[in-house]
């Protein structure tokens, strides 16, 4: 499927479906990037659907307590705890999925929110990596495979179909990688992907090619799991929440940036997209339909919604490139780097994955 600026352009004088609703009693419910934009409006959705517990996750205990008070105060829902990580940390990622295994009797939704778009200069984490790339990638990917064992053993034990639900977007349909990443020798995919060299070809920065790697690794992890018709598993999904309202973009009000001629014109562009934009609450019904969307229809519905990408409360195609030979064999390419890469930070990971996951069949 193709997706041109002016299709983007007729999605904004569309009617954003309502969001759904369903019964969450007994479930535990994780949101991470909750304390602003649709994560927070998607948190509110939920604590209105009385799940057993609501973990909002975000960068600081103050920020956490003070969206967990407002939304306490606005869905007079108790059960909400604020918890603390910050992606662009590796140990605090490690910490997170300790901190759940250890306290968390059962994992029913995993949402994947949190992300940036950080246009212009080249900046690394502590870790070494490209800061959007760990924060939209490489941070939810390590979190996704620790908490796995945890949310498999909540579907066995509980007949039930937990949801890895990955917040990506239709600028993926956009994302024009370089042949130096998609023909890069073995190994070296990511490290060339987050290398300065490459980062900085574009002051526009690469967001789009992040998106591009969230619904890759969605079908990847899809691909390897145990399939709903052969008894409870997870369902994992990728979704577009169409342009929002929110402070993704606060990269753009970096001061540094306002010398750059091109950074600047951006941001004039997104200030007018912006007059267009959906609010935050609508884009927030489409992370509710990612987790409960056809659940209604068991283990056909997870079937059905397993590596599937949603975008206005339907399941629709992903871009040409993903469907193609060379998209599916980078796909494979890109999750064997993850595993591996990852593997160096946390020596569970590949455990896991020969544990839990099964070979993908060719």
């Known amino acids: ?105 059962r994992i029913d939704y995993l949402v994947e929110n949190a992300g940036v778009a950080n246009p212009g200069k080249y900046k690394a984490t502590k870790d070494g990596w490209e800061d ?19 949310m498999l053993q909540t579907a066995k034990k509980h007949g039930t179909y937990p949801r890895l639900v990955v917040v990506s977007s239709n600028t993926h349909y956009w994302s024009t990688l370089e042949k130096e990443v998609v023909d890069a020798p073995k190994g070296k995919i990511l490290e060339t992907f987050s290398g300065e060299n490459y980062w900085s070809k574009t002051t526009s920065g690469r967001y789009q090619d992040t998106k591009l790697f969230n619904v890759l690794f969605v079908r990847a992890l899809a691909s390897r799991l145990p399939r709903p018709s052969q008894g409870p598993s997870i369902t994992t999904v990728a979704l577009n929440p169409s342009f929002c309202l929110s402070s993704l973009r606060r990269g753009f009000h970096d001061p540094s940036l306002a010398s750059d001629e091109n950074i600047m014109k951006m941001k004039e562009r997104f200030n007018e997209m912006e007059k267009k ?41 992903v871009s040409d490139f993903v469907l193609s030979e060379e998209g599916r064999g980078f796909e494979d390419r890109v999750w064997d780097e993850c595993v591996e890469t990852l593997n160096k930070i946390d020596g569970r990971v590949e455990k896991i994955v020969a544990e839990y996951l099964i070979p993908k069949k060719v």
Request: proline residues 4%; charged residues 30%.
């Open 132 to 150: 959007t790339f760990q924060v939209n990638n490489l941070g939810p990917t390590l979190l996704a495979l620790l908490l796995l064992p945890k």
């Open 1 to 105: 499927m193709r997706l041109s600026r002016e299709d983007e352009a007729k999605e904004w004088e569309r009617t954003m479906p309502p969001v759904i609703t369903a019964d969450l009693t007994g479930k535990t419910v994780i949101v991470t990037g909750a304390n602003v934009g649709i994560g927070f409006e998607a948190a509110k959705h939920f604590a209105r659907m009385n799940p057993e517990k609501l973990i909002i996750v975000c960068r600081s205990q103050e920020k956490g307590d003070e969206a967990k008070k407002v939304i306490q105060e606005e869905t007079k829902f108790p059960r909400i705890e604020a918890w603390i990580m910050e992606l662009s940390d590796f140990a605090s990622v490690k910490a997170f999925a300790d901190r759940a295994e250890k306290e968390l009797e």
């Open 277 to 317: 934009a959906f609010t935050g609450e609508e884009g927030s019904r489409q992370l509710v339909y990612g987790a409960i969307g056809m659940r209604d229809e068991g283990k056909q519905g997870e079937e059905t919604m397993t590596g599937g990408y949603v975008s206005f409360s339907n399941l629709v195609e």
